[in-house]
C-alpha cells in the first residue's frame, strides 16, 4: 500500500512562521542527488522523486515570495502561488542541460506570483457594500 506524502500547509498570515519552520525541515539537495531525481521524474515519472524535488525548493519559493509583500496582497496567497509555479518548473526542468532547478524555477516562481499579482491587484479597490 503506497504510503501519501503530505507538505505543509499554509494557513494565513498567523501561520506563516510555522509553515516557514516545517519547510525548513525538508533537506537541501545536493547536486547530484538532484540530477537523479529529476531524470527518475522525466523517464520514469516517478511522482516520489517530482515530490522530493518540489519540498526541497520550498525554501526558494518563500524567499522569493518575501520580496513581494508590499503589494497589499495575503503573503500566504504569494507563497501558494509561487509554489504552483515551483511545480511547473519541476514538470518541465529538463536536467540533461546541465542547470540547477533552483536557478531554472525562479522563473517560473517568480511568473506564477507576478500572474497572480496581476489578476488580483487593481489601483481602485472596490467595495462590496455601501460602508466601505
Known amino acids: 500500500m503506497a504510503r501519501t506524502a503530505t507538505l505543509p500547509v499554509l494557513n494565513g498570515e498567523s501561520g506563516l512562521s ?3 519552520a516545517e519547510i525548513r525541515k525538508f533537506p537541501m ?12 521524474w522525466r523517464e520514469h515519472d516517478d511522482r516520489g522523486a517530482a515530490h ?8 526558494l519559493v518563500a524567499k522569493i515570495a518575501m ?4 503589494y497589499g496582497l495575503p503573503i500566504s496567497e504569494v507563497v501558494s502561488e509561487g509554489n504552483v509555479g515551483l511545480m511547473q518548473a519541476v514538470k518541465r526542468f529538463e536536467p540533461e542541460k546541465g542547470f540547477r532547478l533552483a536557478t531554472y524555477a ?3 516562481i517568480k511568473a506564477s506570483i507576478q500572474e497572480y499579482i496581476l489578476r ?7 467595495g462590496t457594500t455601501a460602508n466601505q
Open 18 to 20: 510555522r509553515y516557514l
Open 52 to 59: 522530493h524535488l518540489v519540498t526541497s525548493h520550498l525554501r
Open 67 to 70: 520580496g513581494y509583500r508590499g
Open 29 to 40: 539537495l545536493e547536486p547530484q542527488q538532484e540530477y537523479m531525481l529529476a531524470k527518475r
Open 106 to 108: 525562479m522563473w517560473w
Open 120 to 126: 488580483s491587484w487593481s489601483l481602485v479597490k472596490m
